[in-house]
């Protein structure tokens, strides 16, 4: 069964820098892209970054280009976020979601964690 | 990237069909075919109930399904049942290898 696992959400102020996790088991890990789509309270979803199975392509939504950063660690069947910069409109829950394996759509997620921009 | 265009909300009595739309660009949900759908009910995550525009994962009802004419996707869910209300949005990969999703469509069974 696949599982995908989210951690590191905290409140930070406007500014403050983030890390966010999502463990992941359940299929080969180092096979698939990797996603970071996001939630703002009330709000639809937004899709944030992907990153491919072998690491070497990452891409951004335009609203968080230059800010983070997505990265994977297939020793510890990993996905990070690392987020800088932050502003309130970042004030979301974070979900990591599994790439399909030929296809673009997403099709396993985790539960998200929540991540709160506020002074 | 706008997000792409979906009704906020669509409603229908028990048994009866829905169809929700959703539109994009050339770039985007005109431009391949790679429009995927998902199912999200209050506090949980999002689920993938279409993709590549018309298939159904395995296990997803055969009450849903998709289509496209040019810019535009569409879901309808037939046999409207009290479970199937929930937010559904619409996804799609983009020119800039990026996604894309739609705004999101709130689902009332009356």
């Known amino acids: 069964e696949v599982r995908l696992v989210e951690s590191g959400g905290v409140v930070v102020q406007p500014g403050g820098s983030l890390r966010l996790s999502c463990a992941a088991s359940?299929?080969?890990?180092?096979?698939?892209?990797m996603h970071w789509v996001r939630q703002a309270p009330g709000q639809g979803l937004e899709w944030v970054s992907l990153i491919t199975s072998d690491g070497g392509f990452t891409n951004y939504a335009d609203s968080v280009k230059g800010r983070f950063t997505t990265s994977r660690d297939h020793s510890k069947n990993s996905l990070y976020l690392q987020m800088n910069s932050l502003r309130s409109e970042d004030t979301a829950l974070y979900f990591c979601a599994k790439g399909a394996s030929a296809g673009k759509e997403l099709d396993h997620w985790g539960q998200g964690t929540l991540v709160t921009v506020s002074s | 990237q706008s997000a792409l265009t979906q009704p906020a909300s669509v409603s229908g009595s028990p048994g009866q069909s829905i169809t929700i739309s959703c539109t994009g660009t050339?770039?985007?949900?005109?431009?391949?075919?790679?429009v995927s759908w998902y199912q999200q009910h209050p506090g949980k995550a999002p689920k993938l109930i279409i993709y590549?525009?018309?298939n159904r994962p395995s296990g997803v009802s055969t009450r849903f399904s998709g289509s496209k004419s040019g810019n535009t996707a569409s879901l309808s869910i037939s046999g409207l049942q009290a479970e199937d209300e929930a937010d559904y949005y619409c996804?799609?990969?983009?020119?800039?290898?990026?996604?894309?999703f739609g705004a999101g469509t709130k689902v009332t069974v009356l």
């Open positions: 590549d525009v018309t």
């Open positions: 996804c799609s990969y983009t020119s800039r290898s990026t996604r894309v």
């Open positions: 050339s770039s985007d949900v005109g431009g391949y075919n790679y």
């Open positions: 359940g299929f080969t890990f180092d096979d698939y892209t």
